[in-house]
C-alpha cells in the first residue's frame, strides 16, 4: 500500500510539473498576442477618428453643394442621404 502511494505521488508530481512547464511555454505566447491585441485597439481607434474626420469633410462639402443654386442643390441633398447612411453605419443600428 505504502509503495503504491508512493507511486501515485510520484506520477502526480510528474503530472504538475509538466503542466507548469507547459505553462511557461505558453506565457511569451499570450503575451504576444496581449501587444497584438493592444496594437489593433490602437489601429481601430486610429481608423476611427480617421472616418469621423473624412465624413466630417464631407457633411462640409454636402452642405455647400445643398446651399447652392440650380441643380447643385440636388447634388448636395444626395450627399447628404450619402452621408447619413454612412455615419449610420458607423454608429451602428438604431435601437427601438
Not at 3 to 8: F, T
Not at 36 to 53: E, F, G, P, R
Not at 54 to 71: C, H, M, P, V, W
Amino acid at each position: 500500500m505504502e509503495g503504491s502511494m508512493e507511486k501515485e505521488s510520484g506520477a502526480l508530481g510528474g503530472l504538475f510539473q509538466h503542466i507548469i512547464q507547459d505553462m511557461k511555454n505558453g506565457m511569451p505566447l499570450w503575451e504576444d498576442l496581449i501587444t497584438k491585441a493592444t496594437k489593433l485597439h490602437s489601429s481601430l481607434k486610429a481608423t476611427i477618428l480617421a472616418v469621423t474626420a473624412y465624413l466630417e469633410a464631407f457633411q462640409k462639402i454636402a452642405d455647400s453643394a445643398t446651399n447652392a443654386r440650380g441643380a447643385t442643390r440636388d447634388i448636395g441633398t444626395a450627399l447628404t442621404r450619402i452621408c447619413l447612411r454612412h455615419k449610420a453605419i458607423i454608429n451602428g443600428p438604431a435601437r427601438n
